[in-house]
């Protein structure tokens, strides 16, 4: 592993780079689902490609360099990382998720876990002593997202590591709105980092992806045997494709959160606009935390429109954002969380902690601020009523 000072770097450098057997600068597509042995029980370094695939590893080797931690494994899903990694518990055991968190993460927990003897507690991340007070006997981990999706509530990641440490639990945090380019909860104190790679880390909305990594040697072989046991791996191509799509990172969220900042002050500054919650607006109330665990506040903005503005006709009268499902990729997308990401949790809870209905949120992409900005007005107008 070479050291880079800076991340932008490893991005590009970190892992494995290219090739040893023809010195191509990229890691080959290894479309293989075995390995000839020499004899019975040699050369067993890959022998079954759900086990291990050398494009797989080299960015399982990369993703851990970059958020800092010794090991990393790749999903075929971020649904498939997090199902790894509650996989981690047994009968009994509960887990504490914030009251915010992907849709797609209450549904499996709720659904498929529960159905195991896993139970699950919902409480304020954001609040520590309602957290402190919320860690029961039977909890055995905390699982965070910061900023959460979809109201981007900022979590203290340290101050949750900490506590989680001090209770002898594991805190696990889903890295996928910032990057390890924008926040490493590892450095934080975190004990396990989940990512959908789906989003920003591919940034092309072109594959389907899951990222774990830890940083101590007894959770790297409890979950390098529940990736091989469950099999939910990550194929050789999506893996060569998430591998390039990581070399841009650091260009990509630049413009990415600039454009951001940008259209969170214009929302922020026009009066059809009711509520905007973006942690890299100083007056938002995550903003300070924030701003000391991450580089900024990361290109998620979510909003909501006054009672004088029809948000169904505002997201059909959009041109060039997009209204689809999934978010971090080059072009701005816009999604209704209450039908769509969050469509899992039962309207009363969901509307409880702030997802209301009329709620809107937007993935800035990396297009021209101006025409960004245009749309959204033009939008704004005809939705008017
Ligand atoms: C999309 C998403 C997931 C699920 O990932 P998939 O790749 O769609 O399975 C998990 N967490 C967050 C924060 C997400 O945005």
Not at 6 to 18: K, V, W, Y
Not at 80 to 92: D, N, P, Q
Not at 96 to 108: H, K, P
């Amino acid at each position: 592993m070479a050291n880079y000072r800076d991340i932008e770097s490893t991005l590009i450098h970190g892992g494995i780079f290219g090739d040893p057997l023809t010195g191509a600068v990229n890691v080959p597509i290894y479309q293989t689902s075995t390995y000839r042995q020499e004899g019975i029980g040699l050369n067993v370094k890959w022998e079954y490609s759900r086990t291990g695939n050398p494009t797989r590893a080299a960015l399982e080797a990369l993703i851990a360099e970059l958020e800092g931690g010794t090991a990393g494994f790749a999903f075929a899903s971020g649904m498939a990382a997090l199902t790894a990694v509650l996989s981690l518990f047994r009968e009994g055991d509960r887990i504490l998720i914030s009251s915010n968190v992907y849709g797609g993460t209450y549904r499996v927990l709720d659904k498929v876990f529960r159905q195991f003897g896993i139970q699950y507690g919902i409480a304020d991340t954001a609040d520590l002593s309602a957290l402190e007070a919320a860690i029961t006997p039977d909890v055995k981990a905390i699982l965070v997202e910061s900023p959460a999706n979809p109201l981007m509530t900022v979590t203290d990641l340290a101050a949750v590591s900490a506590l989680a440490k001090r209770r002898g639990i594991l805190s696990i945090v889903d890295n996928t709105f910032m990057t390890p380019y924008l926040q490493q909860p590892l450095k934080l104190g975190a004990d396990i980092v989940v990512h959908s790679a789906t989003k920003y880390l591919g940034g092309h909305s072109d594959l389907v992806a899951g990222l774990v990594v830890v940083n101590s040697d007894a959770l790297a072989e409890r979950l390098a045997f529940l990736q091989n046991a469950t099999g939910g791996v990550l194929g050789p191509f999506d893996a060569f494709l998430l591998i390039r799509g990581i070399k841009t990172l650091a260009l990509r969220m630049d413009r990415h959160v600039e454009n951001a900042q940008r259209a969170a002050e214009w929302l922020k500054g026009n009066p059809a606009v009711k509520l905007v919650y973006y942690p890299g607006l100083p007056d938002d109330p995550g903003y300070e935390i924030n701003r000391r665990q991450a580089r900024n506040g990361g290109a998620m903005i979510s909003f909501e429109l006054d009672e004088k503005h029809d948000f169904r006709r505002f997201f059909t009268s959009l041109k060039l954002v997009t209204l689809a499902e999934s978010l971090g990729g080059v072009e701005s997308l816009v999604c209704h969380p209450a039908t769509m990401t969050h469509a899992a949790i039962p309207r009363e809870l969901r509307v409880k902690v702030g997802i209301t209905d009329k709620l809107i949120r937007l993935s800035v992409g990396i297009e021209s601020i101006d025409d960004i900005l245009a749309d959204l007005e033009q939008a704004v107008r005809e939705s008017e009523v």
